[in-house]
């Protein structure tokens, strides 16, 4: 009986520590604009993606409604300073305990990005699954990139959503979350500070 307990408690944790609620809203007082959170785990995330006006941040295919549709592209540079006051860009170690809770709501941290995915919007083809569960309301849609320099420009659209962290590589490149239509998974490595990815935003402890 005392292991039937003990095992169940064990399962009780899991689910809590893994189950999210949307916490309602969060107003940028910078331009006004209001955006759906999300409690996930102890912390409080923007469930929509940042639609913040900055100097070298674009709009997917520089059409104004992928803004209100996906927010914009940042550059890592301007990624960090981007978030309104009491929120902060997620440093490494918070795209990892997220995509941790993930995999546990999943059951599997191999599926993670199909807990974080939004249920609508992704590619799906050759058989491969696109949309996913947002099983934690974290509702990621594949708002693609900006690729700079030679052969770059906008990428991904319907196939991928990457988004910055603020936790330095080196001297080129930082980490991001990224998540793929093919992919069940969530891979949280770097990539060059002046792509244009998306921002997520977490309320300060």
Known sequence: MKNFIAKMGAVLIVFLAASASYAGTMKDHRDGKTYKTVKIGNQEWMAENLNYQTDESKCYDNKPENCDKYGRLYV??????????????????????????????AGDIDKAGTVLKSTTGWKDNDGKRGNGTDGLGFGALPAGEYL????????????GATFWSSTVYDS??????????????????????????????????
């Open 76 to 105: 890592w540079r301007e990624a960090v300073t981007a978030c309104p006051d009491g929120w902060h860009l997620p440093s490494k170690e918070e795209f990892e305990e997220l995509e941790k809770l993930a995999g546990q709501k």
């Open 172 to 205: 080129n490149n930082a980490y991001y979350l990224g998540l793929r239509y093919g992919y069940e998974g969530a891979l949280v490595y770097y990539d060059n500070k002046n792509f244009g990815f998306s921002v997520r935003c977490v309320k300060n402890p």
């Open 148 to 159: 700079s320099g030679i052969g770059g420009g906008f990428v991904y659209e319907g196939d």
